[in-house]
């Protein structure tokens, strides 16, 4: 019996070793692989952070690109305002040239025949006058008045036909559509004959020849000039339209429908007002139709 007793007790402690044994190593794997799920969580919140950065950095990456979308769109709209004034600041520096010019021509030209009269003359050479009669202060001044009144009229008719034939002879080259020779004429005619009351005709069709070949910044300016040194000539009121004709091929509508209301509200009986009020029924029938697919 106590063999039997020895025996069994053994057997329990060897049965009890190896339970233990097996405790002790699914302990440790148990810790290690505890281990390991604790390493990878925090990789994985590790992960999330970095995904939640990103998606955050992509949110101002967007952000900042409609911001710079939004500040092209400005820059590009202070662009076009930049260069619609430096347009009108060219017109009027070129106007400011012009007035100087004219002022300069002024200031240089020769004294008219009143003003070489009420001068004082230079004193004739003395002579021993008569002993019964002296000469009188009122006979001497025909004597001074003649050689100067003569010339002033005689260059005045020589001046007319000239001035008509070179006029003409531009015209004329304009009909033929020989627009060199045409603006050349004019030009030359302007040059000569700058008080002449076809001053303001011969800028005008300076301008229309600007206006044929496309120029239509010059075109604009000599229909200003007409508009602006002849306001009384009888070309103002086609400048204006002529000139919000080309405005309206620039493209900016805007200038062409005020000067073509000003037409209509300044000149309501003329020809011109036919025209541009005709251009602005054009102009708002464009706009208030839908556009085509």
């Known amino acids: 019996m106590k063999g039997g007793y020895r025996l069994l007790l053994l057997v329990m402690l060897l049965v009890i070793f190896n339970l233990y044994g097996c405790i002790t190593t699914g302990g440790n794997e148990f810790s290690a692989l505890n281990h390991r799920m604790l390493m990878l969580e925090e990789r994985v919140y590790r992960l999330e952070q970095s995904l939640e950065g990103y998606k955050a950095s992509a949110k ?34 070129n106007q400011i040239a012009q007035l100087q010019e004219r002022i300069s021509k002024i200031k240089e030209a020769p004294p008219s025949s009143e003003q070489r009269v009420e001068s004082p003359p230079k004193a004739p050479t003395p002579t021993p006058p008569p002993p019964q009669r002296p000469p009188s202060p009122t006979s001497e001044r025909p004597q001074q008045e003649a050689p100067t009144t003569k010339p002033t009229q005689e260059q005045a008719e020589q001046k007319a036909p000239l001035e008509k034939s070179l006029y003409e002879e531009s015209l004329t080259a304009y009909n033929r559509k020989d627009y060199n020779a045409a603006e050349k004429g004019f030009q030359e005619f302007l040059k000569k004959y700058p008080d002449s009351p076809m001053a303001d005709d011969a800028t005008f069709w300076l301008g229309e020849i600007h206006f044929v070949r496309g120029n239509l910044l010059k075109a604009i300016e000599n229909y200003q000039r007409v508009i602006d040194v002849y306001p009384k000539g009888n070309k103002v009121p086609m400048a204006m339209y002529k000139q919000g004709k080309a405005w309206e091929k620039l ?15 300044k000149y309501p009986n003329s020809s011109e007002a036919k025209l541009a009020q005709q251009a602005l029924n054009e102009l708002n029938k464009g706009k208030a139709s839908p556009p085509s697919n």
């Open 251 to 265: 493209g900016d509508s805007t200038a062409a429908k005020i000067l073509y209301e000003k037409i209509v509200k």
């Open 60 to 93: 101002n990456v967007a952000d900042m690109g409609a911001s710079l979308d939004a500040v092209k769109g400005r820059i590009g709209q202070v662009q076009g305002r930049v260069e619609e004034h430096d347009q009108k600041l060219s017109l009027l520096s």
